[in-house]
């Protein structure tokens, strides 16, 4: 319809349905991640899943709270 606006979920696209997962090492503790449900730890790697959509929020975030990414893997969807 003329005026409507194509909002929904993203799973009717191709790309709404792929997620990636983010190596993710540097973190420290801080105001921000006391927001998550765990500590973080700066020692070791943390295992970020994040969907398509949200790729360049997430990265945008994870440098603020100063981590940096090793690696980024797409999660192959279950068959």
Do not use: C, H, W
């Amino acid at each position: 319809m003329l005026g409507q606006a194509a909002i929904g979920t993203s799973t009717t696209t191709p790309s709404g349905s792929r997620y990636f997962v983010y190596e993710v090492t540097g973190l420290r503790q801080t105001e921000e991640t006391d927001k998550n449900g765990y500590p973080v730890r700066s020692s070791g790697s943390v295992f970020i899943k994040v969907p398509y959509s949200r790729m360049n929020q997430e990265m945008q975030r994870i440098t603020r709270m100063g981590g940096k990414i090793v690696s980024i893997q797409p999660v192959n969807p279950a068959s």
